[in-house]
């Protein structure tokens, strides 16, 4: 009999591959770019799961196509890549990588709140394009991040860690998010708001942490920007699609706000003449949140002993769609 097979999209998950192909047949893409559309289609028809990232996009259509696949491991926190309803109809359990990321994650959001704040990757575009020639630090004055106030959406793992952070700034914390939170209130000191307008209006900071879904795609546009402080600094670690990103160029040219901090676009890789890549108020990464070399490689481990459980019959670490049959 055969051994299941496995297909990994991604080079840099070669350590996976390590480990499944002691018990299943692997095969792994050359690169780390995400495989074509006709390469999917291809392993959906012909492996028995799937090691994907969240610039994989497996979708009803692709699942549609599926013969033998069981289990499709996101190596992401997110799962808004995968169509999960599609996937739970052709009985394929679907997993993400919880409970991993959320420090390192918290590290980046707050990172990139300093930096816009304190100026920091402009400070350095200047220097190295020869334009500091004195000392002179009107062109970098920022705003101060301690003694502020933060507001953060959503009160998940990332946004409890920013939290965190935020404290030892010493400032105010508020949150909104769809269900309170009454014990992390308590544990971390957190105000409630009972809007999303109200927690823009009071803050300096405003930091995102809530999955992409219908309800939040969004989420953020021009009438949330218009609520916000002039002197105010969005930082975005979600998803891209939770901020309208024309409403964000307009927000910030007009300097209704004074920056952003994102570490997620809509589309990613952002394109080339995207406007927002000519402001002078935003740093933008390349959604990489969680790119600490000890959270990376246990994300990688974690999607594998998915594949391994769901294959061999046994109980996922984290299955999204356990009625999946």
């Known amino acids: 009999m055969s051994k299941p097979s496995v297909f990994i999209t991604r080079a840099q998950n070669e350590?996976?591959?390590?480990?499944?192909?002691?018990?299943?047949?692997?095969?792994?893409?050359?690169?780390?770019?995400?495989?074509?559309?006709?390469?999917?289609?291809?392993?959906?028809?012909?492996?028995?799961?799937?090691?994907t990232e969240a610039g994989d996009r497996i979708d009803a259509a692709?699942?549609?196509?599926?013969?033998g696949l069981k289990v499709i491991a996101n190596k992401a926190i997110g799962t808004d890549n995968v169509d999960i309803a599609a996937a739970s109809r052709n009985g394929i359990r679907v997993s993400n990588t919880p409970g991993l990321l959320e420090e390192t994650c918290a590290d980046m959001a707050f990172a990139l709140m300093l930096n816009v704040s304190c100026k920091v990757s402009f400070a350095d575009r200047m220097v190295r394009a020869g334009l500091w020639t004195s000392f002179d630090i009107t062109p970098y004055l920022g705003v101060d991040v301690h003694h502020k106030t933060i507001g953060i959406v959503?009160?998940?793992?990332?946004?409890?860690?920013?939290?965190?952070?935020?404290?030892?700034?010493?400032?105010q914390v508020l949150y909104w998010s769809r269900?309170?939170?009454?014990?992390?209130?308590?544990?971390?000191?957190?105000?409630?708001?009972?809007?999303?307008?109200?927690?823009?209006?009071?803050?300096?900071?405003?930091?995102?942490?809530?999955?992409?879904?219908?309800?939040?795609?969004?989420?953020?546009?021009?009438?949330?920007?218009?609520?916000?402080?002039?002197?105010?600094?969005?930082?975005?670690?979600?998803?891209?699609?939770?901020?309208?990103?024309?409403?964000?160029?307009?927000?910030?040219?007009?300097?209704?706000?004074?920056?952003a901090g994102i570490d997620v676009v809509d589309p990613e890789p952002l394109p080339k003449d995207s406007p927002l890549l000519e402001l002078p108020n935003i740093v933008i990464t390349p959604h990489i949140g969680t790119a600490s070399r000890a959270t990376f490689e246990t994300m990688i481990m974690l999607a594998a002993a998915n594949i391994s459980a769901a294959l061999s019959g046994k109980p996922m670490p984290s299955c999204v769609n356990p009625e999946a049959r």
């Open 154 to 171: 959503g009160m998940g793992g990332i946004a409890k860690g920013v939290a965190r952070r935020a404290r030892g700034f010493s400032m």
């Open 15 to 51: 350590p996976a591959a390590t480990v499944l192909e002691k018990e299943f047949t692997v095969e792994i893409w050359p690169l780390n770019s995400p495989p074509p559309r006709h390469v999917m289609e291809t392993a959906v028809q012909s492996h028995s799961a799937l090691l």
């Open 179 to 259: 269900t309170r939170r009454p014990e992390a209130e308590r544990e971390l000191g957190l105000e409630w708001t009972p809007t999303l307008d109200s927690l823009l209006e009071c803050s300096d900071f405003v930091s995102l942490h809530v999955p992409l879904t219908a309800e939040t795609r969004g989420l953020i546009g021009l009438p949330q920007f218009e609520r916000m402080r002039s002197t105010a600094v969005l930082v975005n670690t979600a998803r891209g699609a939770v901020v309208d990103h024309a409403a964000l160029y307009s927000a910030l040219s007009a300097r209704m706000i004074a920056g």
């Open 62 to 67: 692709l699942i549609g196509k599926a013969k």
